[in-house]
């Protein structure tokens, strides 16, 4: 059973860069089938798809965000990331790392965390 | 990006059916069977309950069923239980930008 774990800081600075983690455990990154996806709630809202990690390596970003967001993979430390830039208080959210085992279909997630964006 | 669009809230009694609808377009509902439906109750996790238009992951209860028609999905929730209130999001692919596109979500209340 996969586990997912997201770190990272729970408050950052308008303009500044948010940097997240998701540690996985249960099963190996590499090699797995899955892809992994990054997902957003922003509070009393929504969810919406931040982009994902193919299992050949393609990576694909919300359109919205994409010339703001970065998304890479660790095989070493079984973990997969995500870096978005000049952050406004609009990328207020819980941020959740989750699998996605068809295009779309998250059947696992992280407990998510809470980036606040405030001076 | 525009999201796929649910009705906001539906509310019934203990033992009755509902259905949440999911309407998007030709280059995501319509044109795939990947649509999947989470539920998320106030504070946590969403959950994955269908996948694949009409499959249900193991261990969700069978009163939940999906279908689809057109541009549109639906998930039926039968014999309607207080546990079943929370937030319902129906989710696409969307081949425009290849995509995963969320609906707005609805929120089910059990009277």
């Known amino acids: 059973q996969l586990q997912f774990q997201e770190s990272g800081p729970g408050l950052v600075k308008p303009s500044e860069t948010l940097t997240l983690t998701c540690s996985v455990s249960?099963?190996?990154?590499?090699?797995?089938?899955?892809?992994w996806a990054w997902i957003r709630q922003p509070p009393g809202k929504g969810l919406e798809w931040i982009g994902a990690?193919?299992?050949?390596?393609?990576?694909n970003y919300n359109p919205s965000l994409k010339s703001r967001l970065t998304m890479s993979v660790d095989t070493s430390k079984n973990q997969f990331s995500l870096t978005l830039n000049s952050m406004t208080a609009a990328d207020t959210a819980v941020y959740y790392c989750?699998?996605?085992?068809?295009?779309?279909?998250?059947?696992?997630w992280g407990p998510g965390t809470l980036v606040t964006v405030s001076s | 990006q525009s999201a796929l669009t649910q009705s906001a809230s539906v509310s019934e009694s203990p033992g009755q059916s509902i259905t949440i609808s999911c309407t998007g377009t030709g280059s995501d509902i319509g044109g795939f069977n990947f649509v999947s439906w989470y539920q998320q109750h106030p504070g946590k996790v969403p959950k994955l309950i269908m996948s694949d238009v009409s499959s249900r992951p193991s261990g969700v209860s069978n009163r939940f069923s999906g279908s689809k028609s057109g541009n549109t999905a639906s998930l039926t929730i039968s014999g309607l239980q207080a546990e079943d209130e929370g937030t319902y999001y129906c989710?696409?692919?969307?081949?425009?930008?290849?995509?995963?596109?969320f609906g707005e979500g609805t929120k089910v209340s059990v009277l």
């Open positions: 989750a699998s996605d085992y068809s295009k779309g279909e998250f059947d696992h």
């Open positions: 990690i193919y299992p050949r390596g393609g990576i």
């Open positions: 989710a696409s692919y969307r081949s425009v930008n290849t995509v995963v596109i």
């Open positions: 249960g099963g190996s990154i590499s090699g797995s089938g899955y892809s």
